[in-house]
Structure formats: C-alpha cells, structure tokens
C-alpha cells in the first residue's frame, strides 16, 4: 500500500491505495464519493467519466497512482459549493436528460467536456461525443437536447439546435 495525494474537486486528499487500485474504486472506496459509478470496468460504458487535468477519462482504465499529484472533478464537483446545480446538470433535469440516473454522472461529465472544447456543438458533434457512453433506458434524445441547450442554443422539438 502507498499514500497517494491529488487535489479532488478543489480539496487536496490522500488515501493509501494499492498499486492495482483503479481511479474509479480510489474515489468510490478511499475518498467516499460514490457519484462516479462502475458499469463494466472495462471503459466500455463511460459510467465513470472523470475528468483528470481538465481531460475527460473513463477512470476505471487509469489507476490512482499514474493520476497521484493531478487535479481529478467528479460529478461531486459539478454543481456550486451550495448544490446549486451547474448549468449542464439543470438542462439535463430540465430536458429530461436522464430516467434511471446510472449513466448520468459520465454523461455529465463527458458533455462538459465536450462544452469545455466546443461551447456550441452541433447535434451531430455531440452525438459523436457521447459515444463512448452508453445509457440504456433515454434513447439518448433528450441527453442531446439537453447539452445543445446548456451550450446556450435553442432546442427545437425535434432535439436539434434551431435556427
């Protein structure tokens, strides 16, 4: 076991971990923030999309120690010190951008990444995103509503961006 230090959601921490230990179960198991979900552990699923150094990664393909010393933001870290939803979480509530929850955290995560590099993607620039993301009850429509309107345009019933 080794000590391993990173600064999580603006908070430094450390917690010892086992040279094995993946990202993803530091977070959930070491630190208690549970928001960062496994799916499938194998990176198929993007359940567990953090984003280390500003870059989206699905942390169950990186271990804790290769990210000791980064700066890591999990969903926990999304919305305001006061739980003030972020804009991309209040337009994921607002456009019904998820049913049973599970894949929304990576979803979150992934689209402010994407929003982060691209402020106003096209529809099919965000579909093609969110690949690496499965959710298997939305159908995906109303995810891509949602971060069209969270980068600030206007969303037609059709889900895509309107002129």
Same mark, same amino acid.
């Given at each position: 076991?080794?000590?391993?230090?990173? +600064?999580?959601?603006?908070?430094?921490?450390? #917690?010892?971990?086992?040279?094995?230990?993946?990202?993803?179960?530091? $977070?959930?198991?070491? $630190?208690?923030? !549970?928001? !960062?979900?496994?799916?499938?552990?194998?990176?198929?699923? *993007? #359940?567990?999309?953090?984003?280390?150094? *500003?870059?989206?990664?699905?942390?169950?393909? +990186?271990?804790? =120690?290769?990210?000791?010393?980064?700066?890591? !933001? !999990?969903?926990?870290?999304?919305?305001?010190?006061?739980?003030?939803?972020? @804009?991309?979480?209040?337009?994921?509530?607002? /456009?019904? *951008?998820?049913?049973?929850?599970?894949?929304?955290?990576?979803?979150? =995560?992934? #689209?402010? &990444? $994407?929003?982060?590099?691209?402020?106003?993607? @096209?529809?099919?620039?965000?579909?093609?995103? $969110?690949?690496?993301?499965?959710?298997?009850? @939305?159908?995906? /429509?109303?995810?891509?509503?949602? +971060?069209?309107? &969270?980068?600030?345009?206007?969303?037609?019933?059709?889900?895509?961006?309107?002129?």
């Amino acid at each position: 076991m080794s000590r391993v230090s990173m +600064v999580v959601n603006g908070r430094e921490v450390s #917690a010892e971990a086992e040279g094995r230990t993946l990202l993803s179960a530091f $977070l959930r198991e070491g $630190l208690g923030l !549970t928001g !960062t979900h496994i799916g499938c552990d194998t990176g198929q699923c *993007g #359940a567990c999309v953090v984003h280390v150094n *500003g870059e989206a990664v699905k942390s169950c393909n +990186v271990l804790a =120690m290769d990210v000791a010393g980064a700066k890591v !933001t !999990t969903i926990e870290g999304v919305a305001a010190p006061d739980g003030t939803l972020s @804009t991309l979480q209040q337009a994921f509530q607002d /456009h019904h *951008g998820l049913q049973c929850g599970f894949c929304t955290p990576g979803m979150v =995560m992934s #689209a402010a &990444a $994407l929003l982060a590099e691209n402020p106003k993607p @096209t529809e099919a620039e965000v579909r093609h995103h $969110l690949e690496g993301n499965i959710c298997r009850c @939305t159908g995906y /429509h109303n995810i891509v509503k949602a +971060v069209m309107a &969270a980068s600030g345009q206007a969303v037609s019933s059709l889900g895509v961006a309107a002129e």
